[in-house]
């Protein structure tokens, strides 16, 4: 099945320490996309990236950091320096073309302790 | 960036046509509007999208204004499964998309 799978579905941390998200994609599509959703809110993006090794920050990329090393992998660090870390993730993956709409994975609900 | 204004709330009868619009007055010419859904804790399903042109697919159809500053998404026969948060949204030249909070659609049996 093609697809995104992002792990874990629930992740639980103690303040002060890093955490990294997966996301994982098996579409062969160039761009990949983070996003922060919180309760009652839209999604808000984070990072993207077109190619490999190279990404762009959104709107609210202070405290995260991504990398993309493989065109499947996009992981994203969510460091100390978030001031508000708890959130639903959500990772995206599409074409860069005109019919470019994003494919979503399942999310990571973050909630640090 | 073009922003989208839609209602925050409407009902909808079960097995009834259910209408959300949307207001982008600030378009650009070369701009794509796009329509998602997001079901209570789960990733955003992407719909439809258009640019000029009324589209229409298995699950929807968009109307687009000719002035392109609103659209109109249609699920034609809706079902409790559509019940779901509902983001228009106007696509910049660099693929990314902006969601606002979108308009929450709950059907009714």
């Known amino acids: 099945d093609g697809g995104i799978t992002q792990s874990p579905k629930y992740l639980f941390r103690k303040e002060g320490q890093n955490v990294t998200l997966s996301c994982e994609q098996n579409l062969n599509h160039d761009a990949m996309y983070w996003y922060r959703q919180d309760p009652g809110q839209g999604l808000r993006l984070i990072y993207y990236?077109?190619?490999?090794?190279?990404?762009q920050k959104g709107d609210i990329a202070e405290g995260y950091s991504v990398s993309r090393e493989k065109k499947e992998s996009f992981p994203l660090t969510v460091t100390s320096a978030q001031k508000n870390p708890t959130a639903f993730y959500l990772c995206?993956?599409?074409?860069?073309?005109?019919?470019?709409?994003?494919?979503f994975g399942p999310g990571t609900r973050l909630t640090v302790l | 960036d073009a922003k989208t204004t839609q209602p925050p709330s409407m009902d909808c009868a079960e097995g009834r046509a259910a209408n959300l619009p949307c207001n982008h007055s600030t378009i650009s010419g070369n701009e794509y509007v796009y329509w998602y859904r997001q079901i209570h804790s789960q990733g955003p399903q992407y719909i439809i999208h258009?640019?000029?042109n009324n589209e229409t697919n298995e699950m929807a159809s968009l109307i687009i204004t000719e002035d392109r500053k609103s659209s109109t998404l249609i699920l034609p026969h809706a079902t409790l499964r559509d019940t779901a948060v509902y983001y228009c949204i106007v696509r910049d030249p660099d693929y990314k998309l902006s969601f606002g909070a979108g308009t929450t659609v709950t059907v009714r049996a």
């Open positions: 995206a993956s599409s074409r860069l073309d005109g019919y470019n709409e994003q494919f």
């Open positions: 258009g640019l000029k």
């Open positions: 990236s077109q190619i490999v090794n190279d990404f």
